[in-house]
């Protein structure tokens, strides 16, 4: 582990002075005083102080970290990618959850959590999970997608959604993005649907569409072709809770939808899912099937093959209140996004993931794209600073090496340039400026 440079050098690598000691700092101070498991600019005390591998206890620079806070060379917080956002208003809930004893495993704060998700995503109905890979699971099991198969999948994508259509033994087949969204090609799906039709081959089983970095796919024409070959659509909306498209949310778009409350996610229950559909009878399967498929009886029946997949209560009590502060995390991204366009504007080198001109994205995360993403995230690395490539396409992936895709250019193209930075709606201007400096020192002296 290598010792983390004083603040004082930081500050001026980074060219961020007054205004991120004040902003950060300020609250750093104070860390010797917290209880573990406190929070400091939304980061867990133990993740910050140690930069997620330190063990508590351990020492940084040589220097105990409890000793660190208040010593006069005080380090700047490590910035995390998108960590969680979490504050009073969760921890009572918790707290309140956990001292009504709903804790085995599911209660009211689960049935509340549901309630008011289904009515901020516009669906009738909702099912809290353990997790998005979960749903995307789920989603396919009721589908009664199998072995034999086809399932089109975006390339550019997080592994889960690919995943969940080999659980059930289906293949995917990957499509290539669009320029214009960065999410799959519509002219591309039409295009595989209509081949397929003219040569007479089965269509395939579903259509998973997702809404990447926060961004919702083109879906009109999706749902055009997907309705005039009978596909079935999933809306894998885990990236993408809070965003639009045409004045509708994302995730309302699949016959059913799926969403994650991963610790990355814009809320978070620490891990979590949730499945969507506009049919209350659709989404009590879900219930049942997430809960081991278990008959009404008194003694324990089972008909039908079933997984532990529903979320606790503990967990949905913290989802409530991260729900309630969404709207303000979507803006707060949305802000940090801005402030990076503002900082880059005009340097030549850097570019962006487009914002479509058919919707409102939350930018769970910015993307930019530079010559060599690689310096840059090493250098953000060396300032202490959480950055990351792009999703490489799941068609360059040796797991699916032996898949069919349709195109894959664009996506390889994105893979190759893009770089996600720092986005979470923690961030101070201070933190964004911090990046922005730290970005600007590689590609202005490339
Ligand atoms: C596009 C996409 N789909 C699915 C998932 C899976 O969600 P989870 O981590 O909750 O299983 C994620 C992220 O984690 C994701 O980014």
Redesign the pocket.
Known sequence: MKPAPPVTTMLTAAKATDRSRASCSARSATATFLPHGSLRCGVPLSEHASATFLPRGSFRGGVPLSEHASATFLTVPRLFLSPPDVGARERARLLEAFDSNWIAPLGPDVDAFEQEFAAFVGAQAAAAL???????HLALVLLGVGPGDDVLVPSL??V??AN?VVYVGARPVFLDSDRGTWNVDPGLVEEELAARSHAGREQPAAFIG???YGQCADWGPILASCAAYGVPVIE????ALGATYRGRPAGSFGALN?????G??IITTS???MLTADDPAVIERVRHLSTQARDPAPHYEHAEIGFNYRMSNLLAAVGRAQLEGLPAKVRRRREINARYRDAFAGVDGIGFMPDAATGRPTNWLTVVTVADPTAVRLHLESLDIEARPA?KPMHLQPLFADCQRRGGAVAEEIFRTGLCLPSGSVMTDADVDRVVAGVLQVVESA
């Open positions: 353990s997790s998005g890979t979960a749903a995307l994508t997080f889960a959604s969940a997702v809404d990447l894998d909306a885990a990236e799926v969403f994650s409350f991963n990355n996610k891990g979590g899912g999703w």
